[in-house]
């Protein structure tokens, strides 16, 4: 057992803290403030090799392994849960799915140019009468000669507005639909450009609001036959195994808001007085800066979990889970406490806790809420619920084939 990091990991580490410092840190409060998504950031994020970061140098990825993206995801979201969320559907919802289900065909066409950050991609699952409740989607996909017609819309979706391709998920079987048998679904690869496919954004959002979340609507869009992901009626197990690396990237984000909270916390606490002392001297401001420490060692530990899983292919909807639902809650519970150490200075946007806390909040909600985490746990202990394989499983993460040109 080697809890060290690599030599690559901490190159990954500092390039992308330094990265996040220089390119996101002096323009956030400003674009949190007025809602605003700062495209530039996405050739920027691409030019560092982000964008395809644990993908195959020949799918024109960097040939990382999942640490990377682990490592890369906590220091975005350490400065703003916005640009970790970038990560998390460009590559994690999307790229990877393509990577593990993808025709070479579609691997070439999408996932080659997503990559390399030609092509930005995005992930459509909820809407707006379904959530966690996958099985109770509405969109249709009705087939005509060698395309399929798509009609739905998609509700709370991140980069909706920016991205180009969507990877989205509708019923072909409409008395499936009826019975709720999710063998009915199938998942599909949609361009904007495609007719009856058009796009818009939410506003008004407690947090992320640096990000872009919006609704796709599909009237009628004609979809080529080849651009059917997997197979007709794999489109559940497609969507809830793109949540398994998804979920990854959200508790990694979520490690690195934990760490914003307790480095802001600790920094305040050494330069606040009250009472005669710097206020880190009283033991109840030492509690909860101890409580980060906790949180943040113990995500952080179900994260490396969860990724070295990953690199070893093995099936970890179980270990990411709960990696997710622990960073997260624990998330949301230090920027709670880290706006009060910063008392009312906490409470404005002077400082960055009150944005941690507005941010944090969405991670305990998006990509599987915390109950939905706790159902899947219990079910696991109870032996109610078991992995069955799938017919594409992520392959094992091995560096060779990883950095083998094309
Ligand atoms: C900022 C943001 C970005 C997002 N990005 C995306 C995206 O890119 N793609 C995408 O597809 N979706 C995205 N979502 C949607 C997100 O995944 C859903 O909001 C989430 O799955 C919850 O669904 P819901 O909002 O419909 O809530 P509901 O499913 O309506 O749940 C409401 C409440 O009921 C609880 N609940 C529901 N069912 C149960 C149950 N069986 N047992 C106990 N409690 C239950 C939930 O935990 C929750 O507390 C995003 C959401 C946000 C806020």
Redesign the pocket.
């Given at each position: 057992m080697d809890f060290a990091l690599s030599e690559e990991h901490q190159m990954v580490q500092r390039m992308v803290r330094d990265f996040a410092a220089r390119e996101i840190a002096p323009n956030i409060k400003d674009h949190d403030r007025h809602q605003t998504f700062d495209r530039s950031i996405l050739p920027r994020m691409a030019a560092q090799g982000l964008l395809g970061i644990c993908l195959p140098v020949r799918y024109g990825g960097a040939g990382m392994d999942f640490i990377s993206l682990g490592l890369a995801c906590e220091e975005l979201e350490y400065v703003d849960t916005a640009y970790r969320?970038i990560l998390s559907?460009h590559v994690g919802?999307n790229g990877l799915t393509l990577l593990q289900w993808g025709t070479e065909e579609q691997k070439q066409r999408y996932l080659v140019p997503q990559s390399l950050g030609e092509k930005i991609a995005?992930?459509?699952?909820?809407e707006p009468s379904?959530?966690?409740?996958a099985v109770g989607i509405q969109s249709t996909a009705r087939r005509e000669g060698d395309h399929w017609v798509l009609n739905g819309e998609?509700?709370?979706?991140?980069?909706a507005d920016v991205a180009d391709n969507f990877l989205v998920f509708a019923w072909t079987d409409q008395e499936k639909k009826r019975a709720r048998d999710h063998t009915g679904m199938s998942a599909f690869i949609i361009e904007r450009s495609f007719p009856g496919v058009q796009t818009g954004t939410i506003h008004g959002?407690l947090?992320?609001r640096a990000?872009n979340?919006g609704w796709i609507s599909m009237k009628d869009v004609p979809v080529p036959a080849e651009n059917m992901l997997g197979r007709e009626g794999e489109g559940f197990y497609i969507a809830m195994s793109a949540l398994d690396n998804g979920r990854y990237t959200v508790a990694w984000g979520a490690t690195g808001l934990i760490r914003a909270c307790l480095d802001a916390s600790v920094r305040y606490a050494r330069e606040r007085q009250a009472f005669g002392v710097e206020i880190g001297r009283h033991e109840l401001v030492q509690q909860m800066i101890a409580n980060m420490q906790l949180k943040y060692d113990t995500a952080r530990l179900l994260c490396l979990r969860a990724g070295w899983l990953k690199n070893q292919g093995v099936r970890n909807t179980r270990e990411t889970s709960l990696a997710k639902w622990h960073a997260t809650v624990s998330s949301f519970e230090c920027a709670a406490d880290a706006v009060e150490v910063h008392g009312a200075y906490g409470y404005s946007d002077e400082y960055d806790v009150e944005r941690f806390l507005r941010n944090s909040k969405?991670a305990v909600?998006?990509?599987?809420?915390?109950?939905?985490q706790q159902?899947i746990q219990a079910q696991y202990a109870l032996g109610y619920r078991k992995d069955r394989p799938l017919r594409c499983e992520m392959p094992a993460y091995d560096p060779v084939v990883w950095q083998q040109e094309a």
């Open positions: 969320v559907v919802l995005t992930y459509g699952l909820t379904a959530g966690s409740d998609k509700m709370w979706i991140s980069l959002k947090g992320v990000g979340t969405g909600i998006y990509e599987g809420s915390r109950e939905i159902l």
